[in-house]
């Protein structure tokens, strides 16, 4: 038996892929879904991760896997990039975890 919090961990996870229409549910939709859950997203924290970036990175990452090519997703990035700022950042850009298929 799973417990409740685990259970409702995995159903915003399984949501996630149908709203997405994503084809399988992978480790990626498990790690959106506990950035919901008040004890994983506070470990998480604790750990010094940025939850808001996690999360905006995941968003990206699942655009990517849903079909956009990575050069429509650079765009779409340098576009947010261009109007946010650099934000003081001397960080090079990141394209995220897409990859170009030959």
Do not use: W
Not at 21 to 33: G, K, Q
Not at 50 to 66: G, H, I, N, P, V
Not at 73 to 96: F, H, L, V, Y
């Amino acid at each position: 038996m799973i417990s409740r919090e685990l259970q409702a961990t995995l159903n915003i996870a399984v949501n996630e892929v149908v709203r997405r229409r994503h084809e399988y549910l992978t480790l990626e939709h498990v790690l959106y879904a506990l950035l919901f859950d008040g004890t994983a997203s506070k470990a998480i924290r604790r750990c010094g991760g940025d939850l808001e970036k996690l999360r905006a990175d995941l968003e990206q990452f699942s655009t990517c896997a849903a079909g956009e090519s990575v050069k429509e997703a650079g765009k779409r990035i340098d576009k947010t990039e261009s109007e946010m700022g650099n934000c003081g950042s001397n960080q090079p850009k990141k394209r995220g975890n897409c990859h170009e298929s030959a």
